[in-house]
């Protein structure tokens, strides 16, 4: 895989003129948000197609006898929070998230409404590291640098594990067709590892992607992906659904 040098940078939205080009649009997020992007995405007039690139598996989680509030990096991780008092704080990573863990009941809830790094500046200015314990839900593998900054920055911290997220080996038929017969526009990623397992699971001939716009919400997901002959790749200009959304040509 070639190398990036510098960071890709996100390009502004231009929605073309033009009525020939399909309107499908490749969706690799894992349920359940894949099918409320999939409304997003309708809603606009394009025609959804649903690629889920990673099994999501929760898990129940058992919160400390105190603490001062709940960190989430991930949508996924607000399942695992059943049974918490609906009245703990919870910092969420974005809107997305946020409006899932207000979904589940939870009546205190505040978004960063970017990344990780924003979520910690945020609790930060929120919250003071004498008045207990943080607990941080995150998926396998993740948080790890975000418990790190705020146990820098004075703050207590108890990361859990609130669900995984395993790579499919391959598409779902109607997308793999969708893509071998040029019915699709344009391919939505929201994470590196969504774009890794698609790259990985490419059921086509890659040339046939030259008529495809990749959509990333990140730099890393661009460079999974930077390797393939999209017809472009473009960056969301904030790490969020709404700023990817806002790319679809």
């Known amino acids: 895989m070639p190398q990036a040098q510098t960071p890709l940078a996100p390009q502004p939205s231009v929605r073309a003129s033009s009525v020939d080009r399909p309107r499908g649009i490749l969706i690799t997020r894992p349920e359940p948000g894949a099918t409320e992007t999939a409304g997003r995405v ?51 990573v974005g809107d997305a998230t946020a409006e899932r863990a207000a979904r589940a009941g939870f009546s205190n809830v505040v978004s ?32 790890l640098s975000l418990a790190k900054e705020m146990r820098q920055r004075g703050f207590r911290v108890l990361r859990r594990v609130a669900y995984s997220a395993l790579p499919k080996s ?17 391919a939505l990623f929201f994470s590196a590892e969504t774009a890794r397992a698609f790259a990985t699971a490419l059921p086509i001939e890659p040339t046939l992607l030259s008529c495809v716009d990749a959509l990333v919400i990140s730099n890393p997901a661009a460079l999974a992906l930077s390797h393939l002959p999209w017809r472009r790749l473009r960056v969301a200009s904030h790490p969020n659904q709404e700023e990817l959304v806002a790319l679809l040509p």
Do not use: W
Request: positive net charge.
């Open 42 to 92: 309708a809603a606009l007039g394009f025609e959804p197609i649903l690629a889920p690139m990673l099994s999501v598996t929760g898990y129940r989680i058992s919160p400390p006898t105190s603490m001062q509030a709940v960190l989430i990096t991930s949508a996924n991780a607000v399942k695992a929070l059943d049974g918490l008092n609906l009245a703990t704080p919870i910092f969420a």
């Open 112 to 143: 960063a409404r970017r990344d990780a790094d924003a979520l910690a500046v945020l609790v930060a200015q929120n919250l003071s590291p004498a008045a207990g314990v943080l607990l941080l839900a995150s998926g396998a593998g993740q948080g």
């Open 170 to 186: 391959r598409l779902p038929p109607e997308a793999a067709h969708a893509l071998a017969t040029g019915h699709v526009r344009a």
